[in-house]
């Protein structure tokens, strides 16, 4: 059976070369790993994403004044200043690397720009999700195991 971390390994390459399709052999494993062309499944996902986003983010945000007046400014006010780390594919969200294994990051935690903070699944690949920004973690918006959509927010965090 192949370690899980050489295989880890092996996806990590596929991702930074760009590559579509890895077959290693020798005389004990034998190890293939496919996945679809990473320019064109972005371009299909990318629109009907954006397309169902932006009529969803207004209704709720106009008719929160109308229904509890104080509501809507403390909701906007809790997150100005924030920075986003939101999702850069569709997948599954996991917290942690393994089920049994504590999560990458919890809520006040120091993040970096290379900080991983979480996995999403995505075709049977599991795609390391970096901070990309510098601060602590104010807020996780998803749980382990949720789905998630291109550009959804999964993390709020205070800039340092």
Same mark, same amino acid.
């Given at each position: 059976?192949?370690?899980?971390?050489?295989?880890?390994?092996?996806? =990590?390459?596929?991702?930074?070369?760009?590559?579509?399709?890895?077959?290693? =052999?020798?005389?004990?494993?034998?190890?293939?790993?496919? =996945? !679809?062309?990473?320019? +064109?499944?972005?371009?299909?996902?990318?629109? !009907?994403?954006?397309?169902? %986003?932006?009529?969803?983010?207004?209704? !709720?945000?106009?008719?929160?004044?109308?229904?509890?007046?104080? +509501?809507?400014?403390?909701?906007?006010?809790?997150?100005?200043?924030?920075?986003?780390?939101?999702?850069?594919?569709?997948?599954?969200?996991?917290?942690?690397?393994?089920?049994?294994?504590?999560? #990458?990051?919890?809520?006040?935690?120091?993040?970096?720009? *290379?900080?991983?903070?979480?996995?999403?699944? +995505?075709?049977?690949? #599991?795609?390391?999700?970096? %901070?990309?920004?510098?601060?602590?973690?104010? =807020?996780?918006?998803?749980?382990?195991?949720? !789905?998630?959509? #291109? *550009?959804?927010?999964?993390?709020?965090?205070?800039?340092?």
């Amino acid at each position: 059976m192949i370690d899980i971390r050489k295989l880890k390994e092996l996806i =990590r390459l596929m991702s930074s070369n760009d590559l579509v399709e890895l077959d290693l =052999r020798d005389k004990d494993e034998q190890v293939t790993i496919r =996945r !679809p062309n990473p320019v +064109a499944a972005p371009q299909v996902i990318h629109a !009907p994403v954006h397309m169902a %986003a932006a009529p969803a983010a207004p209704a !709720p945000v106009a008719a929160a004044p109308a229904a509890a007046p104080g +509501a809507a400014p403390a909701a906007a006010d809790s997150t100005a200043g924030l920075l986003k780390i939101e999702s850069p594919m569709v997948g599954t969200f996991y917290a942690s690397p393994a089920p049994d294994k504590p999560a #990458f990051i919890t809520a006040g935690a120091s993040v970096g720009p *290379g900080t991983v903070v979480c996995l999403v699944e +995505a075709m049977k690949i #599991f795609n390391e999700i970096n %901070a990309g920004v510098s601060g602590t973690v104010e =807020r996780i918006l998803v749980k382990s195991g949720d !789905p998630v959509e #291109f *550009g959804q927010v999964l993390f709020l965090v205070k800039p340092s």
